[in-house]
């Protein structure tokens, strides 16, 4: 008899445990975060926090070109794999990403003078992008021996260890920063958080990965890692043309305004669409039929119905709130519209995320490089065209063209995965109680305050109004009040029992 999990209710109810255990992490790692945020911020002043994101910004492009799809690769192998053959992928999967890490990282650090000069307009900034090839390093790693983890389903281990080591990194370099105002100190905690994960994981591993023999030969891991690394690489630049056309076209302190409000929105994806993609990956990767990954996708488009819509709406509605409660207000308000349309079409993000996810889950690289393709063209074509005239307005128009038509394209491309989603009422019915309450909060701060003390009145508010319409227009199944029997903690229930 196959076991449950082969089935496509064990395989929904997989991925709604593995989320149980990210989603609490992933909140909690998104308060971190965004502390270390607001401090950076605050502490630090509004030209260094822009050269703080031209290294981010560029770190991110080479780690994803470091990583090369490997992560994935190792999700893949190790979820689809059992025993020794699983260790074998393991093992040989790492030393692939120690060995591209290693070169990325001094291609990175041979050109640091060169983006320091195109960032700053100086090449004084150098050691900053320097210590960015040291993050480069560490991160691509780190994200292979992550994805080791996430192919063994080891969702309550990974939660513990990324955050213990948030934690500690964000306390550290807090205390830090108030002494030495100075981008200094956050670049190399990002280097010793990235460490210490890649330290943690191996260890625990290590036994496992050290004695592994297996026949994968390392052409079978890089056949698959390569087309997605070349997907993953173009999505990379799709996701931060606009950022990089802005600190070139402008001034390192535009950029900080815009990457400001970008880094805010972010809690929407960490929050809702990252524990969903972390749970949802190796199910999809050792799928053994349509039916299973069709199964899969109508449970992710119900969670976008539920979680991620009411959230980014409710952040487009009070964006200058936000704003103000993670920076020292001031020139930082200027990213309010950034903020506010990224949010209001984050949706669409979403559901991109998720089809892009599913596509390398079940190899479909090809597709995957068309969506990259064009979602980067969008981006870099819309930009170049209008940040040199409007400014921000410009870079966050180009940013919310990437998220439409990329996915209308990603949607095509999966629809034969698509079969099993519910009709157009269920989600016109989700659209509609999501957009109650946020049309609601939006003229309270339009006409009443966007003072940052209504935050959290306008917060619960906003809940309370979207539960009645959850329940009122019966928008949960029975099914659905299993699902959230493994997500809500004990007391919490109750609220899938009142909302039915």
């Not at 991925?15 to 149980?20: C, D, L, P, S, T």
């Not at 074998?88 to 050109?111: E, H, M, P, Q």
């Not at 952040?315 to 001031?330: D, E, K, M």
């Not at 049309?439 to 935050?455: Q, R």
Request: proline share 3%; aromatic share 12%; with cysteine.
């Amino acid at each position: 008899m196959p076991d449950s999990a082969s089935q496509p209710e064990g395989r929904a109810r997989n991925i709604v445990q593995g989320m149980g255990y990210l989603t609490a992490h992933f909140v909690a790692n998104s308060g971190l975060g965004f502390i270390f945020l607001s401090a950076i911020i605050r502490l630090v002043p509004n030209f260094q926090y822009g050269i703080y994101s031209a290294v981010l910004v560029t770190v991110s492009i080479a780690a994803t070109i470091g990583g090369m799809g490997l992560n994935l690769a190792a999700t893949r192998f190790v979820a689809f794999y059992e025993g020794e053959a699983s260790w074998d992928a393991a093992r040989k999967t790492l030393l692939l990403s120690l060995l591209i890490t290693g070169v990325t990282a001094a291609l990175y650090l041979a050109i640091s003078p060169l983006l320091s000069l195109y960032f700053t307009k100086s090449t004084g900034w150098t050691w900053a992008f320097l210590l960015g090839g040291g993050w480069v390093l560490t991160a691509s790693v780190s994200n292979t021996l992550q994805g080791i983890l996430q192919g063994l389903k080891k969702y309550a281990q990974m939660a513990k260890i990324l955050f213990t080591t948030r934690l500690i990194m964000v306390g550290a370099t807090i205390v830090a920063v108030y002494y030495i105002r100075s981008i200094e100190i956050p670049l190399v905690a990002w280097i010793a958080f990235y460490t210490a994960i890649s330290i943690w994981i191996f260890l625990l591993m290590e036994k496992n990965l050290v004695r592994a023999k297996g026949d994968l030969k390392y052409s079978t891991i890089m056949r698959y890692a390569l087309p997605l690394g070349f997907a993953t690489i173009i999505a990379a630049f799709s996701l931060t043309s606009d950022s990089v056309i802005v600190g070139g076209y402008l001034n390192p302190s535009s950029l900080g305004i815009y990457q400001a409000a970008i880094q805010i929105s972010t809690v929407l994806g960490v929050v809702s669409v990252t524990p969903l993609i972390t749970a949802l990956f190796p199910e999809i990767s050792s799928s053994k039929t349509p039916a299973d990954i069709s199964n899969g996708v109508r449970l992710a488009f119900r969670f976008i119905a539920f979680a991620v819509l009411p959230l980014s709406l409710f952040v487009a509605a009070v964006p200058s709130q936000l704003l103000s409660l993670f920076t020292n207000g001031g020139v930082y308000l200027a990213g309010t519209l950034t903020l506010e349309l990224i949010a209001l079409f984050y949706v669409f993000v979403a559901i991109q995320t998720i089809l892009l996810n599913l596509l390398q889950g079940v190899g479909k690289t090809f597709e995957v490089i068309i969506i990259g393709v064009v979602a980067a063209s969008t981006d870099i074509g819309v930009a170049l065209l209008l940040v040199p005239r409007f400014g921000l307005a410009g870079a966050v128009t180009s940013r919310v063209a990437v998220a439409l038509d990329a996915t209308f394209v990603s949607i095509y491309l999966c629809r034969r995965y698509m079969d099993r989603l519910d009709g157009w009422s269920f989600f016109t019915k989700c659209a509609v109680a999501s957009m109650i309450p946020a049309a609601l909060v939006f003229m309270l701060t339009t006409f009443i305050s966007t003072s940052l003390v209504f935050l959290v009145p306008y917060a619960l508010l906003f809940s309370a109004i979207y539960l009645v319409c959850v329940r009122q227009l019966r928008l949960l199944s029975n099914e659905d009040r299993t699902y959230l029997s493994h997500i809500l903690p004990g007391r919490l229930r109750k609220i899938a029992n009142f909302l039915l």
